[in-house]
């Protein structure tokens, strides 16, 4: 796989993969060092079954092997972090866990966050206000646009999705901020098409985004 990536010119900034609370120090180790191995900057934790975060505790439980993953990534020269959804917004036993828990009691330098905007904006957050409480915290984005305008919700099904710069996200406030944000990379994300035409989606996001804000 290495050489293959390495043949083809391809640059991978970033992952996806599901740090398991089981995993142990040199398993943890073999994942970073396998990333070093293909150039890859960034690992993303990008779920928490509903299990995992059905309380307060099991949310603390998770930000401790969090912070332990991100402190033996960082020694490979990985940057650990955490991919939202909306559930991480819903109150649970008078706290708000992405605030109250993650925000709080990840270590900013050992997990970052890549926030997915249309995510958070479904959970009624406003982002911009998310990078001035939390600056510098925010490394990477997703990008993907919503169609409507609801009332905030927290189950992480819908099919709203839309093209970057067709929907209601105002990303003209959002990547103002980015600075403030402390954003290194945006990836355009595109989860569903109601047209089956992801492709064509993707390139309407990325048109928008090079054209308008990186000329």
Same mark, same amino acid.
């Given at each position: 796989?290495?050489? $293959?990536?390495?043949? #083809?010119?391809?640059?991978? +900034? ?10 142990? /120090?040199?398993?943890?180790?073999? %994942? ?5 191995? #293909?150039? $890859?900057?960034? =690992?993303?934790?990008?779920? &928490? ?6 309380? +307060? ?5 998770? @930000?401790?092997?969090?912070?332990? /993953? ?5 020694? =490979?020269? %990985? ?11 819903? @109150? ?13 009691? +990840?270590?900013?330098?050992? &997990? @970052? ?19 001035? *409480? ?27 999705? /839309?093209?970057?710069? @067709? ?8 990547? /103002? ?5 402390? +954003? ?12 089956? *035409? ?10 928008? #985004?090079?054209? *308008?804000?990186?000329?």
């Amino acid at each position: 796989m290495y050489k $293959v990536v390495i043949d #083809l010119g391809m640059e991978i +900034l970033s992952s996806h993969v599901l740090i398991a609370s089981t995993m142990n /120090a040199n398993t943890l180790r073999k %994942i970073a060092e396998d990333h070093a191995k #293909l150039g $890859v900057r960034y =690992c993303i934790q990008p779920w &928490v079954f509903e299990e995992e975060r059905a309380t +307060l505790e099991s949310y603390k439980r998770l @930000t401790a092997n969090w912070n332990h /993953a991100g402190q033996i990534m960082k020694e =490979c020269g %990985i940057q650990f972090g955490y991919h939202n959804h909306n559930f991480e917004f819903e @109150t649970i036993e008078g706290k708000i866990p992405y605030y109250d828990i993650l925000m709080a009691e +990840l270590d900013k330098d050992l &997990v @970052t966050m890549e926030i997915d905007l249309f995510w958070a904006t479904k959970a009624g957050q406003n982002p911009v206000e998310m990078f001035k *409480k939390y600056p510098g915290r925010f490394r990477l984005f997703h990008m993907k646009d919503m169609m409507t305008i609801e009332a905030p919700f927290y189950n992480p099904s819908t099919d709203d999705f /839309a093209p970057v710069g @067709t929907g209601k996200i105002d990303f003209d406030e959002i990547l /103002a901020a980015r600075t403030i944000a402390g +954003l290194e990379y945006m990836f355009v994300e595109q989860d569903s098409t109601l047209d089956g *035409k992801p492709f064509d989606s993707i390139k309407t996001s990325i048109t928008y #985004l090079t054209t *308008k804000f990186l000329v």
